[in-house]
Every structure is written in C-alpha cells, then in structure tokens.
C-alpha cells in the first residue's frame, strides 16, 4: 500500500463546478503539500500546510492531522485549472513522499 | 528573482553513456533536492542536500546515481551507465532549510532525459 493514496485518479468536471480531491496518508508527516502540474511539466507548489486550513483565490486546502487526511478545494472552476494536483508528504526529516496525482479537466 | 532553473532542459543519449544535469537554485536557499518522474508515474525523491550536512542519499536507484552540491550553489546529478529505465524528467527544487523548519519548495522546469 502506499504511503499516500489520492482520489479520485482522474476527475472530470464542468465549468463552474466545485472540485474536490482528496489525500490520505499513513505515516507521520511534518507538512503536507500541494503541488499543481501543467501539461509540459511545470510544477508550481499551491500550499503547504501542517494544520487547519489555507486559502489562496479560489483555492482551498484542508488538513485533519489525527485522521490523516487532506482535501484541495476548486471553487468556480475554470478551464485553466485542468493540469494534474499532486499530495506529497514530508517525513520528519525533509524527504517528501508522493502521491501519484489527480487528473483534473476542466470542460467549458 | 530568478527562480531555480536547470539543464539541459532535454537531453537524449545513447544507452551506456554518461550523463550530468545541472541545477541552479535560488540564490540564499541551502536545500536542494532532486526528484524522478518517470513517464506515467509519480514523483519519486532522489536525494536531499542541506548546507554543510551529509545529503541524504536513501532516494537513489542504484550506485550509477551520484551528486554534488558545490557549497549552497549549485548541484549535478550524475548518472552512469544510462539505462533505458533511466529516461524521465529529472527536477530539482530548492528552499529554505535549517534544522526543525519546514519550508516550501520551489521546482525548476526539469530535465527531461531520454535513453535510446
């Protein structure tokens, strides 16, 4: 099993609709984050927290430590914001350990 | 400012030969990392500089995986031997760093290397 498991694998929504992607982990962490991928590969860091909540436009990312879980919110989303998001973890230390990605499209 | 950059940003060699990517991070960040993605996989961690520290090493595949940070500037990812198993994108990131904190990381564009 791995260390970090994200869902959905691929997500397909309409413009406008709220998103959600969630992230679960099974070792201890120091900080989560959440990292945006554009075709071509580019990768862009959108938060990084260790507890609580961020919120960055329209952008929204949630942490719950003792249930080890995340969710990264897209509200009014746009075509723009399809690209792949990207849960890592980083082990005490500063190693981060990855989940395998999101596939989100955004259709208008 | 300038953000981390790398290269080259594509590099196709021949299976066997030797290769080095070099990355550039920002100016005043001592940790620097060096990440794989190969093609439909996730991101997978290689190795950690901090500062004067002893880099942490336990990410790469095999021993023909090797690199140098000179001081907090730059670093090269050396890969001998290239494999066809080899071919990804190679990123590398930088942030801050010093015992106890956590700091976000900021990717350059990568390297994508190709063994034919």
């Known amino acids: 099993k791995n260390e970090v498991e994200q869902s959905p694998q691929n997500l397909t929504a309409q413009e406008g609709e709220f998103i959600t992607i969630n992230c679960s982990y099974s070792?201890?962490?120091?900080?989560l984050h959440w990292l945006q991928q554009h075709p071509g590969g580019g990768i862009v860091s959108l938060f990084m927290?260790?507890?609580g909540k961020k919120k960055h436009g329209r952008l929204i990312a949630t942490i719950n430590i003792q249930e080890k879980h995340s969710s990264l919110h897209i509200t009014a989303s746009h075509p723009r914001d399809s690209a792949v998001y990207i849960c890592a973890v980083r082990r005490y230390g500063n190693k981060l350990v990855f989940g395998a990605g999101t596939i989100l499209r955004v259709k208008s | 400012g300038a953000g981390v950059s790398q290269s080259p940003s594509n590099k196709v060699t021949e299976k066997g030969k030797d290769v080095e990517l070099r990355c550039d991070p920002i100016s005043g960040h001592t940790a620097l990392y060096w990440y794989r993605q190969r093609l439909g996989q996730g991101l997978e961690f290689l190795i950690y500089?901090?500062?004067?520290?002893?880099?942490?090493k336990s990410g790469l595949p095999s021993d023909r995986f090797s690199a140098e940070r000179t001081g907090e500037s730059v670093s090269t990812l050396t890969i001998q031997r290239t494999q066809q198993e080899d071919s990804a994108v190679y990123l590398c990131?930088?942030?801050?760093?010093?015992?106890?904190?956590?700091?976000?990381?900021?990717f350059g564009p990568g390297t994508r290397l190709t063994v034919t």
């Open positions: 500089f901090q500062g004067n520290s002893a880099p942490d």
């Open positions: 070792v201890g962490i120091s900080a």
């Open positions: 927290l260790s507890s």
């Open positions: 990131a930088s942030s801050l760093g010093g015992a106890g904190g956590v700091y976000e990381q900021y």
